[in-house]
């Protein structure tokens, strides 16, 4: 009876099996929604309609961005959680959703950024820049400086948003640079690049990808970069760690993501179709014109990467004493 009992549940393992098998060569079958858990501007809309695109082309069927903002990326997130793991909801991870946010909300994030969901390929990263106006009187970050020390809490940055990565940057910077700064969140980078450009703000630390534009049109001055190394966008532009604040690093990555038990076949597929697009010149174009660092690794090595980010962040926001209250 046991035996019976044993081989009816191998013969259903090796049906489900056989029926995941059928459906993951097959995939896709139908359009393909990716969603970005912020505003339609900015640096993830760039890296999310270059993946869509790429994608689009390789898997023969629509890939499609759907943006859900709001809540510092915790709506989407938990949104797509949910939905069935079948290769036909993506989301755009990003390092505020990933690595930041467990360590800002603790216990009160929605989601769990390791058992919720499984990696795919780290897309590209993307030096963080402090910029000011053309307009500013600071013309280095060591001015800057210098400027909020005579003046305490009355210089204005403004991010994306509470809980962004510019938010986090910024905070974490003042804490190094021992210096008071007053955070002005926007929804969305483009709002607040007007305001910046405008005047009615001092300063941001925001991707390079949504600056580039401002820079090279000469609307905005970028002060320092806060990858270890120079970026190939702006060798000209110092990085802070050499700036002063020697090993001070803070970047934005992107990557593609799945809810977990998405079957590990669609997920090497995906990733493999990413990784050739990321190494097409046309379809990587915009994102290496905005100064972005193209990935592409394996769902291991993302996934390794994360944890990481995650020790990183925790110790960032520990320091800079940073809260959501």
């Known amino acids: ?67 859900k903002p709001g809540g510092a990326g915790n709506i989407a997130m938990e949104e797509v959680k949910r939905a069935k793991p079948d290769g036909y909801t993506l989301m755009l991870g990003h390092v505020g959703t990933l690595a930041v946010n467990p360590a800002l909300f603790g216990k009160k994030l929605p989601y769990d950024p390791n058992a919720d969901f499984a990696p795919v390929t780290l897309v590209a990263k993307v030096p963080n820049v402090i910029a000011v106006s053309e307009k500013s009187p600071n013309k280095t970050l060591a001015d800057l400086v210098a400027d909020a020390k005579k003046n305490p809490g009355k210089i204005n940055y403004g991010s994306a948003g509470n809980g962004s990565v510019g938010h986090l940057a910024m905070e974490y910077f003042s804490a190094e640079a021992g210096i008071d700064l007053v955070h002005v969140p926007y929804k969305g980078s483009g709002p607040m690049l007007t305001d910046l450009i ?13 600056l580039i534009g401002q820079i090279k049109g000469g609307a905005l001055r970028p002060l320092a970069v806060g990858s270890l190394e120079r970026s190939k966008t702006l060798p000209n532009v110092p990085t802070i760690s050499e700036s002063g604040y020697k090993g001070f690093e803070t970047s934005q990555w992107y990557g593609i993501i799945v809810p977990a038990g998405t079957p590990q076949p669609i997920i ?55 809260t959501m209250d």
Not at 44 to 60: D, K, M, P, Q, Y
Not at 294 to 321: M, Y
């Open 198 to 210: 405008g005047g009615q703000i001092q300063a941001t630390f925001n991707g390079l990808s949504s």
């Open 268 to 322: 090497d597929k995906l990733q493999k179709e990413i990784a050739k697009g990321l190494k097409s010149k046309e379809d990587s174009k915009r994102m290496l014109e905005d100064g972005a660092v193209l990935v592409g690794d394996t769902p291991a090595q993302f996934g390794a990467f994360i944890k990481s980010e995650q020790a990183r962040w925790a110790k960032v926001v520990e320091k800079a004493k940073i």
């Open 1 to 67: 009876m046991l035996t019976i009992k044993l081989s009816k549940l191998a013969l259903a393992v090796v049906a489900t099996t056989s029926v995941m098998s059928i459906a993951s060569a097959a995939y896709p079958e139908r359009s393909i929604r990716l969603v970005v858990p912020f505003a339609t501007d900015g640096t993830s809309e760039i890296i999310a309609r270059s993946v869509a695109n790429s994608l689009s082309t390789s898997l023969g069927q629509s890939v499609y961005v759907d943006n």
